[in-house]
């Protein structure tokens, strides 16, 4: 499975942009699909996830209530809608997808990922 991330940027604290993932080279049914983020000097972190079934999503506290993960089969892309960003929302943004027996918040456990975009949210 090939991963691309777009929709990063910059964008003012409260803003609202949409990431998107777009799967190629099978689809990504079979698998978790996850976002997650790293920010300078910081480690890697889980950020949602849907699972492998599509029923489920998962977020971490720090962006529940605020971003929403999303997916569309028929276009093999899953999106990112975030609200309400705060300054500590800078990071660059990953997508990834992982075998259904794989743990959906641990990133060692995804097999694949996209190249990331930067999302800066200035004050």
């Known amino acids: 499975v090939q991963l691309q991330a777009s929709g990063g940027g910059l964008v003012q604290a409260g803003g609202s942009p949409t990431l998107s993932c777009a799967a190629s080279?099978?689809?990504?049914?079979?698998?978790?699909m996850g976002w997650f983020r790293q920010a300078p000097g910081k480690e890697r972190e889980f950020v949602a996830g849907?699972?492998?079934?599509?029923?489920?999503?998962y977020y971490a506290d720090s962006v529940k209530g605020r971003f929403t993960i999303s997916r569309d089969n028929a276009m093999n892309t899953v999106y990112l809608q975030m609200n309400k960003l705060k300054p500590e929302d800078t990071a660059v943004y990953y997508c990834?997808?992982?075998?259904?027996?794989?743990?959906?918040?641990?990133?060692?456990?995804?097999?694949?990922w996209g190249q990331g975009t930067q999302v800066t949210v200035s004050s």
């Open positions: 849907f699972s492998w079934t599509g029923f489920s999503t």
């Open positions: 080279g099978r689809s990504f049914n079979p698998y978790h």
């Open positions: 990834a997808a992982a075998p259904r027996t794989s743990t959906l918040r641990v990133d060692l456990t995804y097999d694949y």
